[in-house]
Structures are given as C-alpha cells and as structure tokens.
T-cell receptor, first 113, second 114 residues
Framework: GAGVSQSPSNKVTEKGKDVELRCDPI?????LYWYRQSLGQGLEFLIY????????KSGLPSDRFSAERTGGSVSTLTIQRTQQEDSAVYLC???????????FGQGTRLTVV | AQSVTQLDSQVPVFEEAPVELRCNYS??????LFWYVQYPNQGLQLLLK??????LVKGINGFEAEFNKSQTSFHLRKPSVHISDTAEYFC????????????FGSGTRLLVRP
C-alpha cells in the first residue's frame, strides 16, 4: 500500500487476555519499528526489526511483550496477559533507509478494561 | 544515551503570527534530528530532518528549523501560522551508528487562535 497500515485501529480487551496488533509496512522498507504512546510516558521505542531479525528489543517493557516479523514485511506485536497499564496507542513505523526518517501508521488504540 | 527536551508543553499563538518551538538534545555521539507533527487521532508525519550540510532546513507546510551544534538545539519556526497548524509537535533524534530508532521529546502542543 501507499502507507504504513495498522490493524485494528481500536481494540478493547479484558485484563488478562492476550492481544495481537498488526503492522503492514510500506513495500520495500526493510526497517520496521514499534513505538508506544501514552499520556504518562510520551512516545517510547519498543523494538526494531531489520528484515526478519530484531537486533534491538531494548524497549520491550516486560516478557509479556513480544513481536515477530515474517517475509521481511508484516509484523505482529503480541501482548500476553494484558494489564491496565498496557493501555496506550501502539504505533508502527517503517523506513527504507533509517537515517532519512521513518513513516508512521495511524496506530492501534489499546484499552484494557 | 540520548535525550530530547522540549521545554514548552503548550504554545498558544494568534493566527498569522510567527512561532518558534524549542528543542534541545543531549548525546555523546553524532545524531540525526527530526521534527514530526501529530494531528488529533492520527499518526506522526515527518515535517523535516537534519542529516548534514546546511544548518537551516526547510520542511513541509512552511516550517523550517535550524541546527545549532554549539547550543545542541534544533528549534522549529514558522513565520506565519494558520489555524490548521494546531497540532502536537515532536522533536526527535536518532544515532548515526545504529538502528536509527527515534528518541522523542515530550511534545509541544501548538494552539493557533483566530
């Protein structure tokens, strides 16, 4: 597609359930990033993919969070046993050449009730 | 480690007035610098970037920013704002030698009044 696509746009889940968030990057972009945006914490880096490997996972807040990327394209961010503090907007971004800046998707708003 | 400081959480300004949004950064290594804009309920859009060369960079929507190495600043300016410029603006840096992950400031809400 023309831009970074994320689904779902909104997700409401019960505390303790697992959720999967999907990101379709811009075609040909080898770098993919996940960020989290919340009122208290601002914009936080979660994980970086180059191709299918994740050389930088330093921002994942706990072992409940994991992500994978397949075919050098689609990525899925999984949050297990969701907690209320996981409520946030999860943003995906992709880049062909990282230094030129990343293109962001519209985000997935996750609400844990 | 890198950090970005946006001192102003909100900047109110009248339409057609000039505006400056301040950004200072800290880094022990060379970085690239970016400004992103976020309109309500949308993702982030790249406004402009400084990679190298001329310290004055021009971006979309009439915005420009000046890189000042000695002051470690990258302030965003626009000579005349419109109502449609009302949004959240984020300054960010990325290291030149790694994943290019972005480290963001806390954001500045620009509120343009008629």
């Amino acid at each position: 597609g023309a831009g970074v696509s994320q689904s779902p746009s909104n997700k409401v889940t019960e505390k303790g359930k697992d959720v999967e968030l999907r990101c379709d990057p811009i075609s040909g972009h080898t770098a993919l990033y996940w960020y989290r945006q919340s009122l208290g914490q601002g914009l936080e880096f979660l994980i970086y993919f180059q191709g299918n490997s994740a050389p930088d996972k330093s921002g994942l807040p706990s072992d409940r969070f994991s992500a994978e990327r397949t075919g050098g394209s689609v990525s899925t961010l999984t949050i297990q046993r969701t907690q209320q503090e996981d409520s946030a907007v999860y943003l995906c971004a992709s880049s062909f050449e990282g230094r030129t800046g990343a293109f962001f998707g519209q985000g997935t708003r996750l609400t844990v009730v | 480690a890198q950090s970005v400081t946006q001192l102003d959480s909100q900047v109110p300004v009248f339409e057609e007035a000039p505006v400056e949004l301040r950004c200072n950064y800290s880094s022990s290594v060379s970085v690239y610098l970016f400004w992103y804009v976020q309109y309500p309920n949308q993702g982030l859009q790249l406004l402009l970037k400084y990679l190298s060369g001329s310290t004055l960079v021009k971006g979309i929507n009439g915005f420009e920013a000046e890189f000042n190495k000695s002051q470690t600043s990258f302030h965003l300016r626009k000579p005349s704002v419109h109502i449609s410029d009302t949004a959240e603006y984020f300054c960010a840096v990325s290291r030149m030698d790694s994943s290019y992950k972005l480290i963001f400031g806390s954001g500045t809400r620009l509120l343009v009044r008629p």
